[in-house]
């Protein structure tokens, strides 16, 4: 079978003008105007555009409901304009509680849902709450997740995305790595595992350094391979990609039939039944480092 789509992920930029209310936003939408020439059926935008640049008195105000927001309304006409599904970082608020969240949109501009972030960075509870749910969202060119950065290092998650059909993972991220390494070899081993192309989204910085937003958004087959990249620059990345095109595997015979993709093999030959160490509450702490050696006390 072939089941064509084409994905699209853009690269935001960070620069004194972002503290301005709205700036990002702005930027955002002028790269949905440049992606939607590729006709794409998939846009992914980075973390909470609303909230990345502002001061902590203004982060305060920061967060619609949703459905009920302003900057989802925006979006949902953009996303009529240009044809396209989209996936927005927003901050979402809904009374007393505040999230980090990812929304969904579909090209006909109806709000499909939205991912709130279940892993936390450090000091991000300070703020924001946890969500402790993983959608799947239907959508008319496949089966969408979303993970929102720290959620790249807890492989538990990709992998329920992974068995509740999805065929993509968009990974909207306000990342900051030393050379893009990190985050880079962790995205292609969740979309090796878990047989999935994932569309990640971040800001960068001018000129980019080492510390700073590093943009590489990128489209990332089950192969671990780049299929496209917006490199170190803001702009938009585009790939036309087959969702039935997963790693197919190299056996023969019986083998063949039983696993003809490694699909079938990662996600068939699970043994759930060994990992109730992962399900538990840890009150152990066995794997803490009993004098981990550090060179800088912060």
């Known amino acids: 079978m072939s089941r064509k789509a084409v994905l699209a992920t853009t690269s935001i930029l960070l620069d004194s003008e972002s503290v301005h209310p709205g700036v990002t936003i702005h930027r955002a939408f002028e790269a949905l105007r440049a992606a939607a020439a590729w006709k794409p059926d998939l846009v992914v935008f980075p973390e909470e555009l609303d909230y990345v640049a502002l001061g902590a008195e203004d982060c305060a105000k920061c967060g619609e409901s949703i459905p009920g927001s302003l900057v989802v309304e925006r979006f949902a006409g953009a996303a009529r ?34 991912y709130r972030k279940t892993h936390l960075a450090p000091g991000e509870d300070a703020e924001v709450e946890a969500g402790d749910d993983y959608p799947v969202f239907e959508l008319d060119f496949g089966k969408l997740g979303v993970m929102i950065c720290m959620d790249l290092h807890y492989p538990e998650p990709w992998r329920i995305l992974a068995l509740r059909g999805a065929d993509v993972i968009a990974h909207p991220t306000m990342w900051l790595d030393y050379t893009g390494d990190l985050c880079e070899s962790v995205v292609n081993a969740r979309a090796i595992d878990n047989q999935v192309y994932v569309v990640t989204s971040h800001y960068v910085n001018m000129p980019y350094l080492a510390g700073k937003s590093m943009g590489h958004s990128r489209v990332v087959d089950p192969y671990g391979r780049t299929r496209a990249s917006t490199s170190h620059r803001p702009g938009v990345a585009v790939a036309e990609v087959d969702l039935d095109e997963v790693y197919e595997y190299w056996g023969t015979g019986d083998l ?13 030959d699970r043994r759930p039944e060994t990992y109730g160490a992962i399900t538990c509450q840890d009150n152990l702490n066995q794997w803490k480092l009993a004098n981990p050696k550090l060179h800088s006390q912060g």
């Open 256 to 268: 063949k039939r039983r696993y003809p993709t490694l699909k079938d093999c990662f996600l068939g």
């Open 81 to 114: 304009e240009a044809e396209t599904n989209l996936v927005i970082g927003l901050r979402e608020r809904e009374d007393d509680h505040v999230y980090n969240a990812g929304v969904v949109v579909s090209r006909q501009g109806e709000l499909v849902g939205k």
